[in-house]
């Protein structure tokens, strides 16, 4: 925080002595940048990330990390609620219900949409978004024959049609939406039939993923997102989508625009840090979090500091 004789420039105007409160500085007084996030374990990495880095460059900060689904922190941002948070491009699509474009397949593409959308129509400036993509995967079994890790989603569909041995575990939403599971089978031309498929309740990658490492009913393969943290730990490895399926996700902090104009130190703060958080970089933070029980703002601050992000 500023001196106060430095919020105030008095200035001589005909006699009458007129208060000039520079914007940056009144900004400062009237309270602290609201860092906000998703409910999930990136949410939380994310969000801690960009709160540490402003604080560290002088700026209070109001932390609501973990405020909720997509819909409760979108929200929150164009009423004004929060002023920061990390964002996913592919969730343009979503926001301006542009689903068929297929500019949120690339994600250079995806990005310059996503940016000159939010900017015309809400006030919002997305960041740079990190070189990572956190779309739905197919995560498969490193010890399955025939089938190495590493592979592409290609790969697969010469080893199903070879009569290669295979179960997917997965959600519903995954295995009926058509944007996902229909999406990879139209694209690299391959089918699961039911009995190649566990179906599970909800949502949650953490239990398919376990369904596949321990080869629960058969499964060798399962539903996930490309920076779980699980994967690694599980002995899991992500088929490469090289053809684009997905919509590609990149995290990216998405901030108002009157928040940026008195604080531009922020894009230039926060722009190395998320350049810095390959796939491999954010599967191994989550997994810090999700698997072995780390506190997500302590993950945040050991990452920034090592890396000289932070003092």
């Given at each position: 925080m500023p001196p106060i004789a430095k919020l105030l420039d008095i200035v001589l105007?005909?006699?009458?002595?007129?208060?000039?409160?520079?914007?940056?500085?009144?900004?400062?007084?009237?309270?602290?940048?609201?860092?906000?996030?998703?409910?999930?374990?990136?949410?939380?990495?994310?969000?801690?990330?960009?709160?540490?880095?402003?604080?560290?460059h002088g700026q209070p900060v109001e932390r609501r990390i973990q405020l909720g689904p997509t819909n409760i922190v979108r929200a929150a941002i164009l009423a004004g609620q929060i002023d920061i948070y990390p964002e996913y491009t592919g969730n343009g699509a979503v926001f301006f219900h542009r689903e068929a474009d297929p500019a949120w397949k690339d994600a250079a593409l995806g990005y310059a949409e996503v940016k000159q959308l939010d900017h015309a129509q809400n006030g919002l400036t997305w960041l740079k978004p990190a070189p990572?993509?956190?779309?739905?995967?197919?995560?498969?079994?490193?010890?399955?024959?025939?089938?190495?890790?590493?592979?592409?989603?290609?790969?697969l569909a010469a080893y199903l049609a070879g009569g290669g041995r295979f179960k997917l575990a997965a959600s519903a939403e995954f295995v009926e939406s058509a944007a996902a599971l229909p999406a990879?089978?139209?694209?690299?031309?391959?089918?699961?039939?039911?009995?190649?498929?566990?179906?599970?309740?909800?949502?949650?990658?953490?239990?398919?993923?376990?369904?596949?490492?321990?080869?629960?009913?058969?499964?060798?393969?399962a539903m996930a997102y490309g920076t779980d943290g699980e994967l690694a730990a599980?002995?899991?490895?992500?088929?490469?989508?090289?053809?684009?399926?997905?919509?590609?996700?990149?995290p990216a902090p998405l901030v108002r625009?009157?928040?940026?104009?008195?604080?531009?130190?922020?894009?230039?703060?926060?722009?190395?840090?998320?350049?810095?958080?390959?796939?491999?970089?954010?599967?191994?933070?989550?997994a810090r979090i999700a698997v072995a029980g780390e506190d997500a703002d302590a993950v945040a601050r050991d990452y920034l500091k090592t890396h000289q992000f932070l003092p």
């Open positions: 105007l005909t006699g009458s002595l007129l208060l000039v409160l520079s914007p940056v500085n009144l900004a400062d007084a009237a309270g602290a940048i609201v860092v906000g996030s998703k409910i999930d374990t990136e949410g939380a990495l994310l969000g801690n990330m960009i709160a540490d880095v402003i604080e560290a990572a993509n956190n779309t739905w995967v197919i995560a498969i079994r490193t010890d399955i024959p025939g089938l190495p890790a590493g592979k592409c989603l290609d790969d990879f089978e139209e694209t690299y031309r391959f089918h699961l039939r039911a009995d190649q498929l566990l179906t599970l309740s909800g949502g949650n990658t953490a239990a398919t993923l376990r369904a596949a490492a321990e080869g629960t009913s058969g499964v060798n393969a599980l002995g899991l490895a992500a088929l490469c989508d090289d053809k684009g399926a997905q919509v590609v996700y990149g625009e009157s928040v940026l104009g008195r604080h531009p130190e922020i894009a230039a703060a926060l722009g190395p840090v998320f350049a810095s958080l390959s796939l491999t970089v954010l599967q191994q933070l989550n």
